[in-house]
């Protein structure tokens, strides 16, 4: 199965927020924003890029968060029309990031409007949206949310106790059976600024939780730029891949990262790829960064 990953696409804000929208953070999202951001993050290039990923139908896309900017209601209709022109529920799995919950909001003028995108086949929700369970054919997607509202500046993530007990039943309800188990996660489980202001606050307990089971593959977003690390878990390392930017061109390409996932034998394999459209040759190439045999 080939998955696609696509992460903080930011996009743009079309309805004017009202003077009483911005009395808070949102007033320093919104000034960089209008001085900054939206001439860096660019719907275009994510059309362009939309459309490859569904050359192949058989295909499923995963959005690591901060799809928009100041979690603004319009923001979330607008992008709610905009992912649901290309993808249906069955094809896009997503979790917000920091700007998904910029300032404390109600969730259903939030990414409840979002919410086939997390549908779910487990019973550990709680009420919540996340953490998610989506099984498709052998493969388990686990939703976590990472979003919390932080002070201006700061982007930290954290998981909520809820969420942890919860993704502790999910990974035991998979335990018995062999799944390819991918993580999703905005913040990154490596430090991310200083002193991790900007990373995942509490990421030691959810790797306490993660090391009694058999994770295959973690993805994240908010860094803006790729990564490629790796994480001992249970004595093993545990690929983290993070993604750029996908609205962004940085070195006049655009890019994304693909997985193509694999059963032979009962044995699991794994091949990273990363998919870039230059823009000077206005063509798309493919470079492959990992592959790697699960025993």
């Known amino acids: 199965m080939i998955i696609s990953h696509i992460s903080d696409i930011h996009l743009p804000i079309t309805v004017q927020p009202s003077f009483s929208d ?14 900054n951001r939206k001439k860096i993050h660019d719907i275009e290039n994510l059309k362009m890029i939309f459309h490859d990923i569904l050359k192949n139908p058989d295909g499923h896309t995963i959005l690591t968060g901060d799809i928009v ?11 709610s029309d905009f992912l649901g022109s290309y993808f249906p529920k069955e094809k896009l799995s997503i979790i917000p990031g920091n700007h998904d919950n910029y300032v404390k909001c109600n969730y259903e003028d939030s990414m409840y409007m979002l919410r086939r995108y997390t549908s779910d086949n487990s019973d550990h929700r709680q009420g919540s949206l996340f953490p998610y369970l989506k099984l498709i054919k052998d493969i388990a997607i686990v939703g976590i949310s990472t979003a919390v509202t932080s002070p201006p500046l700061m982007s930290w993530g954290r998981v909520s106790e ?30 991310f600024g200083f002193l991790n202001f900007k990373g995942l ?14 994770i295959n593959l973690i993805l994240h977003g908010h860094l803006h730029t790729e990564s490629q690390k790796k994480i001992s ?19 006049g390409k655009l890019t994304f990262l693909k997985y193509n996932i694999d059963k032979v034998n009962d044995k699991w394999s794994l091949k990273v ?5 230059i823009m000077q040759t206005k063509k798309f190439e493919t470079q492959i960064l990992m592959s790697n045999t699960y025993d």
């Open 201 to 214: 606050l509490n990421k030691n307990s959810l790797i306490k939780i993660l090391n009694d089971f058999n």
């Open 273 to 277: 790829y990363r998919r870039s459209y």
């Open 162 to 191: 809820i969420q942890l007990n919860a993704i502790t039943e999910i990974l035991h309800s998979l335990s018995k059976d062999n799944y390819f188990i991918i993580l999703l996660l905005h913040h990154p489980l490596h430090e």
């Open 22 to 35: 911005l009395l808070n953070k949102r007033l320093f999202g919104y000034i960089n924003h209008t001085s």
């Open 233 to 251: 878990l249970k004595d093993v390392d545990v690929p983290c891949f993070g993604a750029p930017s996908t609205s962004r061109a940085d070195g």
């Open 69 to 79: 900017n100041l979690s603004l209601r319009s923001e979330f209709e607008s992008a």
